[in-house]
């Protein structure tokens, strides 16, 4: 008998949860009307590395090293309705320290 108790408390309780998981489904279409507006926009640079390159100089072709910077643009949106912010990272570009071709 005493089990039976067990299930039955352990099947109240998962729809309990099923119930209020249904609730918050409902609750989200709301929130989701947002009022995104751009914030702010910042960059900052990420070591990408090194690596090697050829190029010629005098008929003689020689070895370099080139570092890499990943420059990483960050903008900010804020949304008024729900006080709240997001953030969307993006790779804006790839810098060589030294121009080559290959
Ligand atoms: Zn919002
Ligand atoms: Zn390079």
Known sequence: MKKWIIVLGTVLLLSTISISSIYAATDTPEKSHHNWAEYGVDYHEVDGGTHEYS????????????????????????????????????????????????
């Open 55 to 102: 190029y010629w100089k005098n008929f003689i072709k020689r070895n370099r090293t080139c570092q890499i910077t990943h420059v990483i643009k960050t903008i900010t949106f804020y949304c008024d309705k729900h006080d709240h912010t997001r953030s969307n990272t993006v790779l804006e570009k790839t810098k060589h320290s030294h121009h080559h071709s290959n």
